[in-house]
């Protein structure tokens, strides 16, 4: 006796393409929008690098910017250029319900990043407006608020500086272009001043004379503008002299040098001419009370006394 087991058959749903006819006119729409997507895309994307980018660029170079913020510009135009090559196509493909699904979950994302990236975003920015306004370039000796230093890389986020111990510090560009930045180099020639002091009784016009003459024989300090001398000060141990000279194409080492062999020839001279720079001293005066019992021992007497 034999068994026959019966298996039930499966059947597709809907009816089954027997010819190319049928299939087309069944997947004929989901083909169509896929070309519509890719010639939507292709076209708005090769329109956009052709048109949009170049000018992003033409604008940027014009208006003086840094190249690598040009390039940055040009960079961002062809990211929005492959953005818009995409929504367009998806409009054209007619799914629009995904590019409105899609733009609210880039806003929550990008609302998200923007909190989460706050300051980073600040420094990129800061650093777009110093490479476009330049108040300094590689090499300028700057000061600001917490050090100073001379500039050796400008990047969108951070300035490197080297200190004058040769350290190197990054600075966040935020607090650079948020401070008062002093660039002593940004033009040809830089005014330094310095006072002496001179006593009381010392000649003051004869002062000056040394102080001019011996600021005429520094090299690098310029004769136009002239060298000034004017009192300032009446201090409590000595008469302000306050020395304004100039100095050509300056850096750091020729301010602090050329400071040091004016200030170190005019003491010089003032030594051997006998005028006086005094220092602050103070003296003390009164006296000093002091209570208790101590008991005096004196010497025994000796038979020879």
Not at 98 to 124: E, R
Not at 150 to 160: A, G, K, N
Request: net charge negative; hydrophobic share 45%.
């Amino acid at each position: 006796m034999s068994v026959v087991s019966h298996v039930p058959l499966v059947q597709a749903e809907g009816p089954i393409p027997t010819s190319v006819s049928e299939l087309l006119n069944q997947y004929g729409g989901i083909v169509g929008q896929v070309i519509a997507f890719v010639l939507g895309f292709v076209v708005v994307y090769l329109l956009g690098r052709a048109i949009l980018v170049p000018f992003v660029r033409r604008v940027l170079d014009r208006r003086g910017f840094d190249p690598t913020v040009a390039s940055l510009g040009e960079n961002v135009a062809g990211v929005v250029v492959a953005l818009l090559a995409i929504a367009v196509a998806f409009t054209v493909a007619g799914f629009g319900s995904v590019i409105a699904a899609f733009s609210v979950f880039a806003g929550a994302v990008a609302l998200a990043v923007g909190f989460a990236m706050q300051d980073l975003l600040a420094n990129f920015v800061a650093g777009v407006f110093i490479l476009k306004d330049r108040p300094f370039e590689i090499g300028d000796w700057i000061e600001w608020p917490d050090g100073e230093g001379r500039v050796e890389e400008i990047d969108l986020r951070v300035t490197r500086v080297r200190t004058f111990d040769n350290e190197q510090i990054t600075v966040p560009n935020g607090d650079l272009a948020n401070n008062a930045v002093t660039n002593p180099v940004a033009y040809d020639k830089l005014r330094n001043k310095f006072v002496f002091g001179i006593g009381y009784e010392d000649d003051i016009d004869h002062a000056k004379e040394i102080i001019l003459d011996e600021a005429s024989k520094v090299e690098g300090i310029l004769d136009d503008p002239g060298i000034s001398v004017r009192v300032t000060e009446l201090a409590d141990s000595y008469v302000g002299l306050q020395t304004r000279f100039w100095i050509e194409n300056p850096n750091r080492s020729d301010f602090v040098g050329i400071t040091s062999e004016l200030v170190q020839s005019v003491k010089e001279r003032c030594d051997a001419e006998g005028i006086d720079m005094p220092y602050p001293y103070r003296q003390l005066t009164g006296g000093v009370d002091i209570e208790g019992d101590f008991e005096t021992h004196q010497p025994e007497a000796s038979a020879d006394d």
